[in-house]
T-cell receptor, first 114, second 113 residues
Framework: QQQVKQSPQSLIVQKGGISIINCAYE??????FPWYQQFPGKGPALLIA?????SEKKEGRFTISFNKSAKQFSLHIMDSQPGDSATYFC?????????????FGKGTLLTVNP | DVKVTQSSRYLVKRTGEKVFLECVQD?????MFWYRQDPGLGLRLIYF???????EKGDIPEGYSVSREKKERFSLILESASTNQTSMYLC????????????FGPGTRLTVL
C-alpha cells in the first residue's frame, strides 16, 4: 500500500527553467508534508516543509504548493540550477500516536542541464 | 550542527553472516530510525525507536532486528544476511515532536554475496 505517490520518477530541466515535482497522498490524517533533498553519496536533508493550514510556502527558489481538497502537494524549483541536481523525496506524517514516523514517496531524480 | 554517523560507508558480507550496522547521533534526540533505500522504491522504514530499549516495527521489518541500549546509539542487525538485503541503509534521528525534522546519516552500502 503506497500512501504517498510521487511523480515523475525522473526529470530533466534546462538551467533557468522551472522544475515541478508532484505528490499525492491518501491518508487525510496526514498533517505535515516535508520535502527532502539527497545528493549522491549523502543522506537526505530537509529542504522545505508545509502544514495544511497554508496553501503555499516559499523559501528562496523553492515553493511548496498544497491542495488539501485534492490531497496533493508539489515542489516548484524556480530558476533551476545545475547544483539543484539531486533526488527529491516528498513525505507525509500525522500527529498523535507514531507522529514522528514519515511516509516517503519513491523519489524524483532531477537533472538540471547547464 | 546535528550529526548522525554510521559505522561504515561500505560493507561486503557473505550470505548467512550476522551483520551489525551502527548509528550514533550527537543531539540527544529521542527518536531514531533505520531505512533502506533501493532504486525506484524510495525510502522504506525498517524499524524505529522512540526511547532507550523501545522499538517498533516499520514497514519492512522481516529479516532485521534492532537494539537501542543507549539514547545516542541505534543498531540494525541482520541475523542471517541474504542477497536480497543488498541495499543502502540509512539511519536518521529526530526530536520527540510532531513532524520533527529527521536528520540522516550518510548511509551504509551493504553488499551481500
Amino acid at each position: 500500500q503506497q500512501q504517498v505517490k510521487q511523480s515523475p520518477q525522473s526529470l530533466i530541466v534546462q538551467k533557468g527553467g522551472i522544475s515541478i515535482i508532484n505528490c499525492a497522498y491518501e491518508n487525510t490524517a496526514f498533517d505535515y508534508f516535508p520535502w527532502y533533498q539527497q545528493f549522491p553519496g549523502k543522506g537526505p536533508a530537509l529542504l522545505i516543509a508545509i502544514r495544511p493550514d497554508v496553501s503555499e510556502k516559499k523559501e528562496g527558489r523553492f515553493t511548496i504548493s498544497f491542495n488539501k481538497s485534492a490531497k496533493q502537494f508539489s515542489l516548484h524549483i524556480m530558476d533551476s540550477q545545475p547544483g539543484d541536481s539531486a533526488t527529491y523525496f516528498c513525505a507525509a506524517s500525522k500527529s498523535g500516536g507514531s507522529n514522528y514516523k514519515l511516509t516517503f514517496g519513491k523519489g524524483t531524480l532531477l537533472t538540471v542541464n547547464p | 550542527d546535528v550529526k548522525v554517523t554510521q559505522s561504515s560507508r561500505y560493507l561486503v558480507k557473505r550470505t548467512g553472516e550476522k551483520v551489525f550496522l551502527e548509528c550514533v547521533q550527537d543531539m540527544d534526540h529521542e527518536n531514531m530510525f533505520w531505512y533502506r533505500q533501493d532504486p525506484g522504491l524510495g525510502l522504506r522504514l525498517i524499524y524505529f525507536s522512540y526511547d532507550v530499549k523501545m522499538k517498533e516495527k516499520g514497514d519492512i521489518p522481516e529479516g532485521y532486528s534492532v537494539s537501542r541500549e543507549k539514547k545516542e546509539r541505534f543498531s540494525l542487525i541482520l541475523e542471517s544476511a541474504s542477497t536480497n538485503q543488498t541495499s543502502m541503509y540509512l539511519c536518521a534521528s529526530s526530536l520527540w515532536v510532531s513532524g520533527g525534522e529527521q536528520f540522516f546519516g550518510p548511509g551504509t552500502r551493504l553488499t551481500v554475496l
